[in-house]
Every structure is written in C-alpha cells, then in structure tokens.
C-alpha cells in the first residue's frame, strides 16, 4: 500500500514538468506583446525594449523557463502586469473561494447522488427509482448558470431565505453549492444505478444471501464498495471541472473567486495571472487525480496502476 | 421412506413471469433427502435443478417467484417462514455452495473477513474468535498455510482454492443441509475429485446432509446415495444410485446412460439422446419427453403420467410402469448387453 502511494506520488513529478511546460509555452504561443501592453499603446519603442529587457523577453526560451519554473517553486509566480503586485497575492485568496465552492459542490455531488442512485437501484423500476432518473435527467440537462438565475429568484428574491448574491457566511454558500453540484449530483446518480445494479446481479451478492446476511448489509457493505470504483472516477473528474468552470457560477452570484479573475486576466493580456490560474488549476486536478487512484486501492487492493 | 429425513420436498412449483407468460421452470417437483445422506438432482441445462435448489433457500431473484408447493426442513414448512426466519436458516441450519468459485466470493473482501461474517450472523462471534475459526475451517477443508490465507483477497486464490474457501464458509455454522450446486463444474478435473473427496469426509465427519445438483453422472456415481432425474421441471425419476445405474427405468435416464462414454464396454460410438428439450413456451401436453422418446405412444403424448412408486424406494413418471400402457408390453427400456455390440 504504502509503495504503491509513493509510487503513485512519484509518477506526478514528470507530469507537473509537462503541466509546467505547457503552462509556460502559452504565454509565448499567444499573439501580443505583454511589454507593448505594460507600457501601453503610444509607448515609444525605447521604453519597450526597456521592459522587455527588465521582463527577460530577450532571453533564450530555456533560461526564460528555468527562472520562471525556479520562482514557482519558490511561490514567486510572478508580477501582475495590470496591478503591479505579486500574482500570488491577487491568485490565492480567490483560489481559495473557488476551491471551497468546488469542495461543498462535490460533497453536494457525491452525497445527493450516491443517495438518489442507490435508492434507484435497489428499486429498480419502482415509482422512486423512475422520479429520481427523471429529476436526474433534469438536472445533468439545465445550465448550471440558469440554475443559478433560478435559484436566486426562488429563494433570494421571492422568498428570501438566502441572500442573492457574494460568498459570506453560511447562508451565502447554499445557492452557488446547489447550482454547481446539481449536475455533478445527476451524473453520479446515474453511475451510482447502473454501477450498483450490475454488481447486485453478480454471484458473491447471491453468496452473501446464502450467508444469511441482512438485506440492507448487502446493500451497502457487499455491494456498495464494489459499485464504487467508477463513481470514484466520476467524481474526481467532476471536482476538476468544477474548479475550472465555476466561472460562470461565480459571475452569477457575483463571487469573486479563480474563475473570474482567470476570464478578467485573459481579456486584460494579464499573462502572469492566467499562467498562474492554469497553473493552479492543473495541479489541483492532478492531485485530485491522485487522491482518486489511491481510493481505488483502497476500494480493491487487486487493482494496481503502476503495473 | 425406511429412514429419517430431513428435507421433504412437495409438488413445488417456481416459475418465471416474463411478459405477462408464465414460464415454469420447476413444476411440482418431489423428492426427500434423507439424513446424513447425499441426494443427486440429475438433468440438462434448463431441467430446473439448479432453480430448485435456489428455491430451497429462496433465492429466487424476481421476476422468479415460488408459486406453490412445500419444503419440509425437519418437519416446518420453510415456505411460511417469512424473510427474518428464512435468513437464520440461511447459512446456518442449510448451507449452499455454488457453481462458480471464480465469482462467488466477494473481491473486495478478504477471505477472513467473508469467513467471520456467517459466524458473527449466526453465533456472534466477534472478531477475534471468528478468524481463530475461520483458520480452523479453512484447515478442515484442506487449504495449506491456512492463517496467512485468513487476510489475503479472492483474487490471490486458484479456483480450487476458492471452492475450498465457498465449502468452509458453507460449514461455518455447522449446517445440517448443505446444497452444492454443481460445486465441480468449473474446475479441473483433478480439482473436481478433490473437492468431491473432501465434501464427502466432511459429510461422514458432521453427519451432514447433502444435495448434490450436476449433469454429471460421474459425479452422481462418485458421491450420491440417492438419485433424482430432472427433465424439464419434473422429476422423471427417482431412486438409490445402485438401482439407477443397474435398472434405469425411465427412457431419459437411460438415454443419459448411454450417451456417457463407458471404459468397462468396448464401445464405437455413444448414443445421443435424439432431439432436444422443448422449448419453455411449446411444452408438449402428454410427457415432457415423449417427443423424444423412442418408445412414446399415443398415450404418452397426449397425458401426462405421475410419479408413481415402482419399487421399495424407486418412482418412476412413465406410462410403460403402469396399467394403462397401450404400447408393446414386453418393451425393454433398458438393454445392457446392447452395449456390448463390438468384438
């Protein structure tokens, strides 16, 4: 087990380099000058050499890349072209929102779906089983950003219950988690079924009845942690598109959280700060990733991805 | 019946709802297990053999449904018992191992763990106590090193091995009836007579009843006292296995015989049984195996016979056993030395 995780962990080392890479080429492939866009449109041509020279741009690509990839690790990611101030510090404290949207969305997610999609699967064909994939279908097909719209002029504007918009204190929190974990709770809901009614069907569920074991243990001992490997798998993806795509949530609820900020910095040519966002971004969803690969070994300890 | 039984078995009936058609898949089957005995259901795929056998426990799955009938377990009618009852039976009083060792244990749990769990429904024992057991009945059914296998996973198991582990779960609570339901099927044939050596040690060390549900008649010869002969969700016949093997009467279980390849006869080919089962929707109304049977008469197709006794412990369903036989009356179901043809 254990080797099985620092072998996990050390498999992500060549993968942040590529993410890194990838991370870095995007300012040089993209059209623009960032020292023409610093300086501003009618800058003499003198004063952009100037920052160019200041910035580095004349530099080889590979010692550009190493003091770009020796500052990252280090928690330098760089100036802000628009504010002037470290990246970091206009990054994090909005990171931080958007993970903890992405974090309650994909609890809401998992919880409201393993629930609706094992009720679904147990009666299987039953009037539940047929509302839930119904209200399901519904809630993997509506926009989350209509959701959004909905949902604050149910509860915020008519009844009032939560306020309409911003991301403080509890209260703020339940709408923004409802729009952007309903479709992720949809997706799990169907995999949790089809998933669970497969392994009901399998031998060692018809052992364990021969066993004399409770129904309701079959259920979610037996079963269960058999069925949940690909709801594991779908839940992780879930949680990286979340993080990237809270974006149109955010603008909803009008938070001020990653995705705005990313949206905002890419119509700004605020290149620091989308490679910053990227960054970020990518190396949540390959930590999540491994988070997912060592459930499985916890799930099924015959499943072995180094080999 | 001369001797105790403990499992009766009347006229049930288990059938399949599937578009509003009724497919019966057991149609009033009879039989007894006696005590300490090992009986033999006998038949092809589709006779109804396993799904009886499922039905004992009642683990038939929807849109299954036993329709009718009783199933005696020392004297009580299982069939009144409701799901709370049936599962203290289940696992403990009667046992049922099955057909695929392969996919019978679950993969995600260890074997200790899938061990303890009938001991900790049906004795409570705790954790501790119940793997001090586990060992101990992983050791009675033959598995080498049994404490280190206690904490390992299906998956690190051969088949044989898995088999062993399904007939130690099996015997956790001391069973009184054990189902096995083609238990060898799915093995080498080197395993298959291990395991059937080792359940019948196990049978002569516990007392234990056995039903032993196969096709193969090898396997009814190795391991059964008694014999019931399945076709098409009926018992065609039924008696000890001596008689079966030495005077079939029915024509199925004589076309069985002689299609099993013989080294004792010097034989140039087996004999099929011509035709073959008659699909669940154009059951025949006479005898179920009277389109196929070389003796069939009027009679047989257009009435059903019953099971009648033959002999002390021998029932037979055929028309050529009773009175009302309108065919040859000197007809010869069975002819050995027919298949001693070659030189």
């Known amino acids: ?307 | 019946m001369s001797q105790e039984t403990i499992l009766e078995v009347n006229d049930l009936r288990t059938s399949f709802f599937v578009e509003g058609n009724e497919v019966k898949a057991v149609d009033g089957v009879t039989f007894d297990v006696p005590k300490g005995k090992t009986l033999g259901i006998v038949g092809e795929s589709g006779s109804g053999k396993s799904i009886s056998a499922l039905s004992i426990l009642q683990l038939i799955d929807s849109p299954g449904e036993i329709v009718g009938g009783e199933i005696n377990f020392k004297g009580d009618n299982l069939l009144k018992y409701n799901d709370n009852q049936m599962r203290k039976i289940r696992g403990n009083q009667i046992s049922m191992i099955f057909q695929e060792p392969m996919t019978s244990l679950n993969p995600v749990y260890t074997v200790g763990q899938q061990l303890r769990e009938a001991l900790k429904i049906h004795r409570g024992l705790g954790k501790e106590a119940g793997t001090e057991k586990a060992v101990e009945l992983l050791e009675l059914v033959g598995i080498p090193s049994p404490r280190s296998r206690v904490t390992q996973y299906p998956f690190e198991l051969s088949g044989g091995m898995r088999q062993r582990v399904m007939i130690a779960m099996a015997l956790a609570c001391d069973p009184e009836l054990l189902v096995a339901d083609e238990p060898t099927t799915a093995l080498d044939v080197t395993i298959q007579a291990q395991i059937l050596e080792l359940l019948k040690e196990l049978q002569d060390e516990f007392n234990m009843s056995i039903i032993m549900i196969t096709h193969d008649l090898g396997v009814v010869a190795e391991t059964c006292d008694y014999v019931a002969v399945m076709y098409c969700g009926k018992v065609v016949e039924y008696a000890d296995v001596h008689t079966l093997f030495k005077n079939p009467r029915h024509p199925y279980t004589v076309g069985l015989l002689n299609s099993l390849p013989r080294s004792d006869m010097d034989q140039e080919e087996l004999e099929p049984i011509r035709g073959t089962v008659p699909a669940p929707h154009e059951m025949p109304v006479g005898c179920r195996f009277a389109p196929r049977c070389p003796f069939a008469t009027d009679l047989c197709h257009e009435k059903l016979p019953e099971l009648e006794d033959v002999g002390d412990e021998e029932q037979v369903r055929c028309w050529i056993y009773t009175d009302e036989w309108d065919g040859d009356p000197e007809v010869k179901v069975y002819e050995p030395e027919a298949r001693t043809a070659k030189d």
């Not at chain 1, 039953?126 to 509506?142: E, Q």
């Not at chain 1, 879930?238 to 009008?254: D, P």
């Not at chain 1, 990518?282 to 930590?287: K, S, T, Y």
Request: proline share 5%; hydrophobic share 50%; aromatic share 8%.
């Open chain 1, 1 to 307: 087990m254990t080797v099985y995780i620092i072998r996990r962990v050390l498999q992500l080392i060549p993968v942040l380099l590529g993410v890194s890479i990838l991370v870095f080429s995007l300012m040089h492939l993209t059209p623009g000058n960032p020292a023409q866009l610093m300086a501003g449109e009618s800058a003499p041509p003198d004063t952009i050499e100037q920052i160019e020279e200041s910035l580095g741009l004349n530099d080889p690509l590979p010692v550009q890349y190493w003091d770009y990839i020796s500052g990252v690790v280090q928690g330098d990611l760089g100036t802000s072209m628009r504010y002037n101030t470290p990246v970091a510090d206009e990054v994090w404290p909005k990171f931080v929102v958007t993970l903890e949207l992405s974090i309650y969305s994909t609890i809401l997610s998992i919880f409201m779906g393993l629930l609706a999609g094992i009720i679904s699967a147990v009666r299987q064909y039953s009037i539940s089983d047929i509302t839930i994939m119904i209200v399901a279908l519904f809630g993997l097909s509506m926009p989350n950003f209509w959701l959004g719209l909905m949902l604050i002029q149910w509860f915020a504007v008519n009844l009032g219950w939560f306020p309409p918009t911003g991301w403080e204190g509890p209260g703020s929190i339940v709408l923004p988690v409802i729009s952007l974990g309903t479709a992720g709770a949809a997706i799990i809901a169907r995999m949790t079924r089809s998933s669970m009614l497969d392994v009901i069907s399998q031998d060692y569920i018809r052992t364990a009845r021969a066993k004399g074991v409770k129904r309701r243990v079959i259920i979610y001992k037996h079963a269960l942690k058999n069925a949940l490997i690909p709801v594991v798998t779908v839940a992780g993806l879930q949680f990286g598109a979340l993080l990237a795509g809270a974006v149109l949530t955010e603008s909803v609820f009008a938070i001020n959280g990653m995705g705005r900020l990313l949206v905002d910095s890419i119509i700004q040519r605020d290149f620091p700060v989308v490679q910053a966002c990227i960054l970020i971004i990518a190396v949540v969803f390959v930590l999540v990733n491994l988070v997912v690969d060592i459930s499985y070994k916890f799930l099924n300890k015959r499943i072995d991805l180094n080999d």
